[in-house]
C-alpha cells in the first residue's frame, strides 16, 4: 500500500515563500513520479509540477518560475517551492504517485495567500 502525506501548508502574504512537503511510504518504484497538483475554491484541481517521460518537470504556466519541485530519495519526500506567492495561489495543494497503472494521492494541504 502506498502512502502520501502533505505538509507545509499555512497563512502567507503575498510575495512571500513556503516550501510544501510530500512524504510518501510503501512500494515505491520512484519519487520521479510523484507530482503536485491544486484544486482553488470553486475551481477544478489543476497540475502545478508533474513529471513528464523524458524524466523533466513540466510547471504549469502560472508557477514557472517561481515554483520548484525537489526529491529526497533518502526520507522519500518531495518538496515544492513556492516563491512569490500570488493571491491566485491559494488552493489546497496535493500530491500524487502514479505507478503501475494507479494513481495515488495525498489529503492535500491548504495554501493561504494574502494581500
Known amino acids: 500500500q502506498v502512502l502520501l502525506v502533505e505538509s507545509g501548508g499555512g497563512l502567507v502574504q503575498a510575495g512571500e515563500s513556503l516550501t510544501l512537503s510530500c512524504a510518501v511510504s510503501?512500494?515505491?518504484?520512484?519519487?520521479?513520479?510523484v507530482g503536485w497538483y491544486r484544486q482553488a475554491p470553486g475551481k477544478q484541481r489543476e497540475l502545478v509540477a508533474v513529471?513528464?517521460?523524458?524524466?523533466?518537470?513540466n510547471y504549469a504556466d502560472s508557477v514557472r518560475g517561481r515554483f520548484t519541485i525537489s526529491r529526497d530519495n533518502v526520507k522519500n519526500t518531495v518538496y515544492l517551492r513556492m516563491n512569490s506567492l500570488k493571491l491566485e495561489d491559494t488552493a489546497v495543494y496535493s500530491c500524487?504517485?502514479?505507478?503501475?497503472?494507479?494513481?495515488?494521492w495525498g489529503k492535500g494541504t491548504l495554501v493561504t495567500v494574502s494581500s
Open positions: 500524487k504517485l502514479s505507478q503501475y497503472g494507479m494513481d495515488f
Open positions: 513529471p513528464d517521460k523524458g524524466g523533466s518537470t
Open positions: 510503501g512500494r515505491i518504484f520512484s519519487l520521479s513520479a
